[in-house]
């Protein structure tokens, strides 16, 4: 049987720079990379998305999210499978059963919860919980990969923990995710990675962050972004050098290079370091940047609502095959059927 490769992008609003770069690129070059040899599962986490406020239609969103996907030069064949998450009923069903099998200190200490949720009394069950729904989404493919930022590799240890104790305790229901390590090569030296705010490069890129600057939208008018970055925050060293841990601004930029050129880092900080110039890299990032905007926006502009929509059936299709098989194996050794 294929190995399969599992990767989603949430709806609620529309994207950055840094959600660009660091998360839907790398999963379209691995999907690109490996759909022939791999089952390739890109669905649209709706449920996920209705945790948190949405901006405009949640359908408008959801279409303009495959768009991304499309736009950023995901290639369509039959190995790869495009779904829609409230579409395939089995990812909340079996979200109960893990639920049945989760402790609530396990699932407390996720950081995303901690981040947004605990001591709030108004904050929603669903953040709490939507680590579960995340697993859910996973073991029901059998996923071995899981292409996420670097903030989600937590909620793949939470799912490959959810997995062997279910395992132990039926039999071999699951496929269990590699570990981080494995994840991580797998996504390869441009995999995970955290693009930082343009301004306080000490906190990740933000759209929530205040000051125009700070971010990068994927909608911003190129030039406008190319002015952004001449104006991001460096440092007062003399030489360019790559070190995130002292000089996180001036690597921010080295990193955005690298990935918008699909270069390793460590060619482009070998490339740059020791040169004194921080005006003319950032001149080079600008440029590239700007250039990405364009073909991107170009290639969106491109994409009706009528070929997005045309993906799914047959991926939903595929999707309930899969989900149902397994949810019923679920059911079927712990009684339910």
Known sequence: MKKTILTGLRVNSELHLGHYLGV????????????????VNIFVPDLHSIISPIEGSLKENMIRSMKY???????INENVHIYRQSHVPAHAELAWVLNCHASMGEVSRMIQYKEKGEGKDSANVGIFD??????????????NYVPVGEDQFQHIELTRNLATRFNNKYGEVFTIPCPEKEQAEFMGENGGVRIRDLVNPEKKMSKSTPGENSKIMLSDEPKKAGKKIKSATTDSFSEVDFDFRTRPGISNLLQILALVKDKEVKEVAKEWRGKTSYGELKSEVADAVENLLEGFQTKLSEISDEEVLALFPEGEKYANEVANKKLDKVYKIIGLR
């Open 69 to 75: 996907f499309l736009a950023a030069g995901l290639k």
């Open 24 to 39: 839907l690129l790398p999963m379209v070059r691995l999907a690109n990379k490996y759909s022939e040899e791999y089952n």
């Open 130 to 143: 939507y680590p579960i729904l995340m697993a859910a989404d996973i073991l029901l493919y059998d996923a």
